[in-house]
């Protein structure tokens, strides 16, 4: 023992040495580390666990959304849809209307057509009765008394009256 | 050409000073090699060794370490915090991983004998502090051929100083003076290394009573459950030879485990304190036959070699410890209660 150097003073200080460091590092060292590493432990769970929570949302939020933009897409549709229904109805009435307005004005031209034909016709009868007189006047003239005259262009005029609607 | 200069660089690094060294003289030096640490001082009734020192040292760049670890702690760590977490964590690892849950309980020790062990070894490696010391020497003698002295004040010089031998113990008195360095690893003392065994395996005892009970840790060591059934069924007429012989193999068995245990304690002191101290050992004989031969270069390798020696042997301590206190309080009792 006195060859190796073993001596209970010197063993006694070692023993006591290692006691002290044991309880600077228990105190200093292993507790706040360990208390550190527990922390950042759970720190970093509860940060993996919120991102996880936040992907989870972001997916919920992604599928709203999607539904959302699926309804609006569908209102419209079916808006347009019903917009083309009026704008046709629309159309179609309009379309009438001016076919009706079309009609009218055809019927009124038609109208004035023939009143202008008869008001012609009349005027034209005035006149070959006039120009008939006046031929009649000098291949006969006078001849015939004025009322015997008026009375054969009458009848000539009726005559042809008959052949023009006859026509 | 360029190809050689480093090479060229260090062997000048190596040669030269061997060059330069032999005109002061420092072949004159002879090394001593001494297994129980030198005394320095005395203070009051305690003689103060230069490797109870360099404890205290040891201890103090642990305290400066862990304070600037812990300084400014916090959940992003850097610089010192890292290197104390990566120690931290490693043995609260291996801790949890050999023994689980229970493992807290050893935690503590098994990490402070890593870092004292540790820092011990590797401070007994830094150079230059082995050839610095007190030598005594004495009225009207000049010291030793090639060793620098600075004379002590009178009353340092008194209180300073390993005393004289004990006669018989090496000495051929004036001829042989020993130096005493200042610092010296605190695992090349037995002292240390011996404290630091009985710490471990007392402690393996008292956790392992803790966890199994008093009783029944006990009956590891001294395991008289068969040979008690023998004399019960004795009682009752019955001869169970069986029983006797069983229960004189569980006697022995215990018993040797008993001594297994005893023996822990020399094979912890003495695998810490043989390579440390051959280590040093091994550095000093290199680094004298580097002045025997002129080439500076032999220490290297060793001091690669004694750095990862250092950090094994703390290692080793420390998982051996853990190892023993898990054994010793794992309720091993199943099949001799069964």
Redesign the interface.
């Known amino acids: 023992m006195e060859k190796l150097g073993i001596n209970a003073t010197w063993l006694l200080a070692q023993v006591i040495n290692f006691g002290l460091l044991l309880f600077i590092l228990w105190r200093f060292a292993y507790k706040p580390v360990l208390g550190m590493l527990n922390a950042r432990k759970q720190k970093i769970q509860e940060s993996l666990e919120y991102a996880e929570k936040v992907k989870a949302d972001a997916a919920a939020q992604q599928k709203e959304f999607e539904r959302k933009l699926e309804e609006t897409r569908r209102e419209t549709q079916a808006a347009a849809a019903a917009a083309a229904q009026v704008s046709e109805k629309e159309r179609e009435a309009i379309l009438a209307q001016a076919r009706a307005d079309a009609r009218k004005m055809i019927d009124q031209a038609r109208e004035q057509i023939e009143y202008e034909r008869k008001q012609m016709l009349s005027e034209l009868r005035g006149e070959v009765v006039r120009l008939s007189m006046l031929a009649t006047q000098k291949v006969v003239s006078a001849s015939l008394d004025e009322n015997a005259h008026r009375r054969l262009v009458n009848e000539f005029l009726a005559q042809a009256d008959q052949l023009g609607t006859q026509n | 050409m360029k190809r050689w200069l480093p090479i060229i660089v260090v062997l000048a690094l190596f040669l030269v000073p061997a060059f330069i060294l032999p005109k002061f003289g420092s072949a004159a030096v002879t090394a001593s090699v001494?297994?129980?640490?030198e005394v320095l001082f005395t203070l009051g009734?305690?003689?103060i060794?230069n490797?109870?020192l360099t404890?205290?040292i040891v201890?103090i760049l642990?305290?400066l370490f862990?304070?600037f670890?812990?300084r400014k702690?916090?959940?992003v760590p850097g610089g010192a915090?890292n290197v104390?977490?990566l120690i931290?964590?490693m043995w609260?690892g291996l801790g949890q991983g050999v023994a689980g849950e229970r493992s807290r309980k050893f935690?503590?020790?098994v990490?402070?004998i890593f870092?004292?062990v540790l820092f011990s070894n590797l401070l007994g490696l830094v150079p230059g502090f082995g050839p610095i010391g007190i030598i005594p020497v004495q009225e009207g003698h000049s010291a030793p051929d090639g060793i620098i002295t600075f004379d002590l004040p009178g009353g340092l010089a008194e209180a300073l100083g390993p005393k004289p031998k004990a006669a018989g113990e090496h000495s051929a008195a004036e001829a042989e003076v020993v130096l005493a360095p200042f610092v010296r690893a605190?695992s090349t003392?037995?002292?240390?290394t011996?404290?630091?065994a009985?710490?471990s395996v007392i402690m393996t005892q008292i956790f392992g009573m803790q966890v199994v009970g008093v009783f029944k840790y006990w009956m590891k060591f001294f395991n008289f459950a068969k040979i008690g059934q023998f004399f019960g069924a004795l009682f009752k007429g019955k001869v169970k030879i069986g029983l006797l012989a069983f229960g004189f193999i569980d006697l022995f068995v215990g018993l040797l485990e008993f001594f297994s245990e005893m023996v822990k304690i020399i094979s912890f002191t003495f695998r810490l304190f043989g390579n440390i101290f051959a280590g040093e050992v091994v550095l000093l004989i290199m680094a004298f036959l580097s002045s025997t031969f002129v080439f500076f270069g032999f220490p290297f390798p060793f001091y690669a070699l004694e750095l990862f020696v250092g950090f094994m042997q703390a290692f080793v301590f420390a998982i051996l410890t853990l190892v023993f206190m898990t054994i010793a309080t794992t309720a091993h009792s199943a099949e001799e209660h069964a």
């Open positions: 001494a297994v129980s640490p009734p305690l003689e060794t490797t109870l404890s205290w201890m642990i305290v862990v304070y670890a812990t702690i916090s959940l915090q104390l977490e931290v964590e609260d935690f503590p020790i990490t402070t870092i004292y605190p003392d037995i002292n240390m011996l404290a630091l009985l710490i």
